[in-house]
Nanobody, 125 residues
Framework: HVQIVESGGGSVQAGDSLTLSCAAS????????MAWFRRTPGKDYEFVAV????????LYADSVKARFTVSRDHTQNRMYLQMNSLQPDDTAVYYC??????????????????WGQGTQVTVSS
């Protein structure tokens, strides 16, 4: 049984920083890549960032590039999202997800096998 748990969300002011953590556990956990998505009420999952589990290659959504940094510790099955210069538009529930699919469409949420429950990030102006 694979479990994914996010932590580190909270309420901050515009311009502040937050670091989200994602912990994956379970005897059968395997991943080709892991990603962060976010979601606001009434909208679909929005891709934020992804990291290749073996070579650390990364991709970012244009809206967060240069502000967010994704990293991973594959020895601990952990992934992180350093978020700087947060803006009110970054307010969302942030989800961590893992994928065993080929690195073809890592921005597509339907390529992910396991998801966490999400952590709320609220940015006030």
């Amino acid at each position: 049984h694979v479990q994914i748990v996010e932590s580190g969300g909270g309420s901050v002011q515009a311009g502040d920083s937050l670091t989200l953590s994602c912990a994956a556990s379970g005897h059968s956990f395997r991943a080709r890549y892991m990603a962060w998505f976010r979601r606001t009420p009434g909208k679909d999952y929005e891709f934020v960032a992804v990291i290749n589990w073996s070579n650390s290659s990364t991709l970012y959504a244009d809206s967060v590039k240069a502000r967010f940094t994704v990293s991973r510790d594959h020895t601990q099955n952990r992934m992180y999202l350093q978020m700087n210069s947060l803006q009110p538009d970054d307010t969302a529930v942030y989800y961590c997800a893992s994928s065993l699919s080929l690195w073809a469409y890592p921005r597509q949420p339907n390529n992910y096998n396991y998801w966490g429950q999400g952590t709320q990030v609220t940015v006030s102006s």
